[in-house]
């Protein structure tokens, strides 16, 4: 399965698709008001059938629905069963249930099968009306499904999930690297060379901040509140766009320089709990994805390591593992080196690492 994004052109005709995505917010909002009011009735939990074929007799009478596909309607009640399971199955973790949503805040509509066509080159038909989008690459395998979301900004982007058949790549396993992530320095390599995070909202903290101020001290419902809002929107969108590109380089340099890479699997919750904002800023999971998606594409392999697993306590060269060690300390000597036999090694806290001396 692969994921490709379009942007669609700026278009009169762009306000039907923003229509469909309010109409898609008022039923989401209805099935889970139902979902609410059926279980405060019977105790029991609303099935999806029954919620599609309830909708569906009200989609008949409602003009206004019927602007969405049946397929979109089908999806979001889908979508909203998912959620209701996801909860059942771990609200003791603190997951909650689905909320009612703003529905100027609503962002997408999904067809899966029916509703939409492509017609060739850059054109797409959705319903009655036929759109034009930004073609950055060719559509290859079959068509899953096809979203239409919208941003902030009020940006259309369409969003098509295909098949396709990948080519399976033999592993080269000649050129292996162990990387550990800090709050100093991003990556630190096994080989001894480190990474450095740019830290782009860090960058731009100030300006954000000024838009901010500049947004609250509008009057709410004013067009230069909402100017404003849009303002605040871009300072946002530049900080993850500049981030988004750094980090496909970024996992781009890594995959063409070693085959094998090793990570650790670490609590980013719990470390943003701890360090907050920070942690926000350097966006390792959102690092890792792009890079495994890159792996894969290239025919590399992306290693993740236990949390549990002792890396820091294990010798890289002859594999003792300490008892105990302080966070404070961040090179140690082995104590089964034998000084007099051979040459004294320091044991570095990476893993993976050849021997010598590593910090």
Known sequence: MKTLKFKLYQHNRNRYLKLQINAAGVIYNHAIALHKR????????????????HIAKIRKRNQFWQSVGSQAVQDICQRIEKAYQLFFKHHKKGVRPPNFKK?????????????????GGN????????????NSREIEGTVKTVTIKRTSLGELFMVVVVDSSELVIEVETSRIAGFDFGLKTFLTCSDGSKIESPQFLKQSINEITKASRKLS???????????????????????????SDWFWKLAHKLIDKFDVLC????????????????????????????????????GKQVVCIDRWYPSSKTCSCCGHVLESLELSVRVWRCPRVQFGKRP????????????????
Not at 38 to 53: D, E, G, T
Not at 218 to 239: C, F, I, P, T, Y
Not at 273 to 295: H, M, N, P
Request: hydrophobic share 35%; net charge positive.
């Open 38 to 53: 059926y279980y405060r009735m019977f105790k029991k939990h609303l099935n999806c059938a029954k919620l599609q074929a």
């Open 344 to 359: 004294r090694l320091q044991c570095s806290l990476k893993y993976l690492c050849g021997g010598g001396i590593h910090r």
């Open 263 to 298: 990570f650790e699997t670490l609590n980013l919750k719990g470390m943003q709990r701890l360090w907050g904002r920070k942690i926000s800023d350097l966006a390792f999971r959102e690092f890792l994805q792009i890079l495994e998606w890159v792996a894969k594409k290239k």
């Open 217 to 243: 001290s509008k009057k709410k419902g004013s067009a230069n509140r909402e100017q404003a809002r849009k303002h605040l929107v871009r300072k946002h969108e530049d900080v993850t766009n500049r981030r």
């Open 103 to 119: 529905v100027r805040k609503y962002k997408s509509f999904t067809l899966k099968q029916a509703g939409y066509k492509f017609l």
């Open 123 to 134: 054109r797409i038909k959705i319903g009655s009306r036929v759109y034009q989008y930004w």
